[in-house]
């Protein structure tokens, strides 16, 4: 089984590790890609009007740019550390084993592609959405490579990205994409809502429940069984797992 997560726009700052080595990261194959964004990043930081093009929210503006222009040079941390935010606490690594953990957890990222939680990053800021200049959307550059690099067709994948970096790379089947709804009582029939912030806490629970289990289904049907017997209130609909909330 492979967990697909997305980023986080929250990042630990505490790098204590050796400056970016594009050599020691895992699918080396995204080097080239990878090595490219890290130079059109560092320029599109210094442009006058950088928090336009990469979408940054005021009140990030400063910090953000600054650690985009420092890439080469500022300290790295691992994966398992830099990415923080509601969907990695509730993943909760530290109660995890690692190596089982990192294994089967793949890291998508606007900026490297994508990760297994060893590799060593500095904090950054881009995501897949963005439109960076001279490279064009993030998802489109991406895709070509991904294909090439991502070679996971003999397991279940368990995809829990977003809806743009779910696009730079199509999950080969067997996959399940995990969704979150709420359930509630409307004029005395139940209505589902989708959810967005505890839609990332789920999967991360659902992620660190698996993992924590020793979990390793290799159909969707015994991926559902799965989850179910953890607690949690699924249902298969073709090639999504739905998770249901309740009031």
């Known amino acids: 089984m492979h967990i697909l997560l997305p980023p986080s ?3 630990a700052t505490d790098g204590d590790g050796p400056p970016l080595d594009l050599g020691s990261l895992s699918f080396p194959e995204l080097n080239p890609v990878r090595r490219r964004l890290v130079s059109a ?8 009007d950088a928090p336009d093009v990469l979408g940054l929210p ?3 503006v400063d910090d953000a740019l600054a650690r ?3 890439l080469r040079d500022a ?5 398992a550390r830099l990415y923080t935010g509601v969907l990695y606490d509730n993943l909760d690594l530290p109660d995890l084993d690692a190596e089982a953990a990192a294994a089967q957890i793949i890291v998508f990222s606007g900026l490297w592609g994508a990760l297994r939680l060893t590799d060593r990053i500095p904090p950054y800021r881009l995501a897949m959405a963005v439109s960076l200049p001279p490279a064009g959307r993030l998802g489109t550059l991406w895709r070509p490579v991904m294909r090439k690099a991502l070679r996971l067709e003999d397991d279940l994948i368990v995809d829990m990205r977003s809806g743009p970096y779910a696009s730079a790379w199509k999950a080969p089947q067997p996959a399940v994409a995990v969704r979150v709804f709420r359930e509630r009582l409307v004029g005395g029939a ?3 809502t989708v959810v967005s912030h505890m839609a990332k806490a789920t999967r991360g629970q659902i992620a660190h429940d698996l993992l924590k289990a020793g979990a390793a289904p290799r159909t969707p049907d015994e991926l559902l069984k799965a989850v179910a017997d953890l607690g949690h209130t699924v249902e298969l609909n073709g090639s999504n797992l739905d998770v249901i909330l309740h009031d």
Do not use: C, M
């Open 9 to 11: 726009e929250k990042k």
């Open 68 to 70: 985009n222009k420092a």
């Open 58 to 60: 005021p009140g990030q």
């Open 41 to 48: 990043l560092a320029k599109a930081s210094r442009r006058a």
């Open 75 to 79: 300290p790295t941390l691992p994966v």
């Open 190 to 192: 139940p209505k589902r």
